[in-house]
């Protein structure tokens, strides 16, 4: 196995640093970023909450010094990444994880750097500031195997279980082992990090021999390297896809035997099932992360489910001195403003039934300018392009523009979440739901081959032409490009 060890191996050859264990115990961790460089790149970080990482990132702030500080309340470890991304996709991402040690961490973000994110812990010891990165291996393994990419290991190749477990075994290994000159604390967090992320790479290999004749081998396979993850380590809430993807993965391995949830199966009796199971299943921090992530992310993704707000209540009594809670009570006022929205004249929802073609959804619009937005409940970046369509509709309303939002949502009973959410975003215009009739019209002639990526725009003029925006300017803040595209049109 050693031709396919990562280059983790390669940091082992570097002398030790005789250093200590963390710095003393303090009442809060400070992270002092100074950004060199960034030529249009934003800054934004995730980071824990008294030691549960929640994965959402938040915008820096930069003063005018491009500086930002960061204080985490804490009694121990915390965890950050940091991420430097362009916004028109015309630069590398620049990303970095580290752990957060009681002190000051130092760290210095420029592109122009051979080390584009240099970390200074407190210990001083620079391995302390690149333990947490080094995880990313595993992480690539389990996202080749999610896609269907080439894996490194070539695990999807393997019939036998226990071949698959021996290769994961030496490459998280050869990780661990070269940071065995880290502080103590640190080294302990990477063994832990890299036994969840074994964990979350085998269970999909699981998943993708489910229907093989040794389907069950797979799964004994997984609950025995379950036992030895020790599940209720509180220590495994600082991990970034503990609370939002391990536990859940474990879930459909536990409850359903094709890792499939049932057709039909309510988001709301989902969110109930998973709240039972979790707080069963797990206790302590552990149960905390998995529970209050959960909620949260109903919330970011526009799920909004009815019983999550009596569910943070529940939350709020299991854990009452969760760090959480501020952030949930603050979802829980997005969900009420969800399912209570207001009405507004300015929305007005199409009626699909009698549409066959796309040249019967624009004829109404004959002779005016038209802007589509292709888009679904489901899409993150769908949701995240409509916090900027307040310049778009004061366009369209000054230019006598028509809004057309078409969504290519198909679950069953979604039409009330599809309604629901348009309100909530205040998206003032035109809203339709396709169906199957003009389904494949849309994919053809908004997307590529047949394959759509959304959100998606398009301008049609007065005579009736249009054109596809750039995927960028539907996904772009930044309103000037499209404006650009509509004074043209």
Known sequence: MKNILPFAFVMAAAVCMLVGSCASKADTSTVKIDAKN???????YFRSYNGVTLAKYTPAELDADSSFTITLPTEGMEYIRILAHDPDRNQSIITKAFYVLPGITEVTIDPLADDNVAVVPPTGN?????????????????????????????LKADSIPATAIEKLDTYAD?????????????????????????????????????????????????????????????ANALNPYFGES??????????????????????????????????TTYSGKTAESAIGIMLYNDADQSTFCHSAPAITERFKTLFPESALIPLLEEKVADNNAFNHPEESSDIVFLDNSRIRTLAEVLEPYKGMPVLIDIWATWCGPCRESFAHAGPIQEYAAENGVQLL????????????????????????????????????EVF????????????????????????????EI?????????RTLLDKM
């Open 38 to 44: 960034l030529d249009g790149r934003e800054l934004k």
């Open 126 to 154: 620079s391995l302390d500031g690149q333990a947490a990165q080094s995880i990313s291996g595993l992480y690539d393994l389990w996202w080749s195997l999610a896609t269907g990419r080439t894996d490194v290991l070539d």
């Open 174 to 234: 050869s990780i661990t082992d070269a940071y065995a000159c880290a502080s103590p604390s640190v080294r302990k967090a990477l063994e832990r990090d890299a036994s969840l992320m074994k964990l979350m790479v085998f269970s999909k290999c699981v998943y993708l021999n489910r229907k093989n004749e040794n389907a069950s081998e797979w799964k004994q396979e997984l609950a025995l390297l379950r036992e030895k993850t020790d599940m209720n380590n509180p």
């Open 246 to 279: 391990i536990v859940r993965n474990l879930y459909a391995a536990d409850i359903y035997t094709d890792y499939q949830y049932p057709e039909g199966l309510s988001a709301d009796s989902l969110l109930c099932n998973l709240t039972e199971y979790f707080q």
């Open 405 to 440: 939002y078409i969504s290519i949502d198909e679950q069953p009973g979604i039409e009330d979440q599809w309604k629901r959410m348009a309100r909530y975003y205040k998206l003032k215009g035109h809203h339709l739901l396709i169906n199957s009739d003009i389904k494949q």
């Open 444 to 471: 053809s002639t908004f997307g590529n081959n047949g394959y759509l990526t959304i959100p998606q725009q398009a301008i049609v003029d007065r005579e009736g032409n249009f054109i596809l925006c750039p995927q």
């Open 474 to 482: 539907a996904v772009s803040a930044d309103f000037a490009p499209l």
